[in-house]
T-cell receptor
Framework: TQLLEQSPQFLSIQEGENLTVYCNSSSVFSSLQWYRQEPGEGPVLLVTVVTGGEVKKLKRLTFQFGDARKDSSLHITAAQPGDTGLYLC???????????FGKGTSLLVTP | DAGITQSPRYKITETGRQVTLMCHQT?????MFWYRQDLGHGLRLIYY???????DKGEVPDGYVVSRSKTENFPLTLESATRSQTSVYFC???????????FGPGTRLLVL
């Protein structure tokens, strides 16, 4: 089973601060997806990165895929309480079906 | 309404009982998936389906049974519920086998 490590496990910040969360693997990612899961809801796909060195932006969220495709980061600028949730990274399973998920970073943004 | 729905949203049952969790999607996506989410383990794949009448095991299939007689439905049955199956269960559907764009809202199951 492929292992995805996410850090930090928990993060509590105040509104307006910047933050970065990380996703790493011991093997090369074929592609990587980031999800956000709000309390009591299912995960929602934010972005898919495929190419080493790729950078994608989604409003205040910036996603970066490492050059060697073994790591990825999510940077949030000027965090807002609405950013509170569990951020998950995921990669395709070796079988070619479905995804393996990391355990996530739980983010709390307080006003 | 278009989307993916799960029912029931909450369920309490007793050890040994059979329980069926329902998943319905309106997009006619070929691929459907069942995951369970537990503290300390994250999301783990139970079963997936590539099309009607085609299903396969995931990471943690023991104690579960699935069927897919129609493209839009993918029920998950716990044949004889155990306390270790207390969890939150998520169904997902997608057009791609490895891009899970749509998750349901989850079913929270408590086995006493």
């Amino acid at each position: 089973t492929q292992l995805l490590e996410q850090s930090p496990q928990f993060l509590s910040i105040q509104e307006g601060e910047n933050l970065t969360v990380y996703c790493n693997s011991s093997s090369v990612f074929s592609s990587l997806q980031w999800y956000r899961q709000e309390p009591g809801e299912g995960p929602v796909l934010l972005v898919t990165v495929v190419t080493g060195g790729e950078v994608k932006k989604l409003k205040r969220l910036t996603f970066q895929f490492g050059d060697a495709r073994k790591d990825s980061s999510l940077h949030i600028t000027a965090a807002q309480p609405g950013d509170t949730g569990l951020y998950l990274c995921a990669e395709p399973r070796n079988s070619g079906y479905a995804l393996n998920f990391g355990k996530g970073t739980s983010l709390l943004v307080t006003p | 309404d278009a989307g993916i729905t799960q029912s029931p949203r909450y369920k309490i049952t007793e050890t040994g009982r059979q329980v069926t969790l329902m998943c319905h999607q309106t997009w006619s996506h070929s691929y459907m998936f069942w995951y369970r989410q537990d503290l300390g383990h994250g999301l783990r794949l139970i079963y997936y389906s590539a099309a009607a009448d085609i299903t396969d095991k995931g990471e943690v299939p023991d104690g579960y049974v699935v069927s897919r007689s129609k493209t839009e439905n993918f029920p998950l049955t716990l044949e004889s519920a155990t306390r270790s199956q207390t969890s939150v269960y998520f169904c997902a559907s997608s057009e791609s086998p490895t891009a899970l764009g749509y998750f349901g809202p989850g079913t929270r199951l408590l086995v006493l």
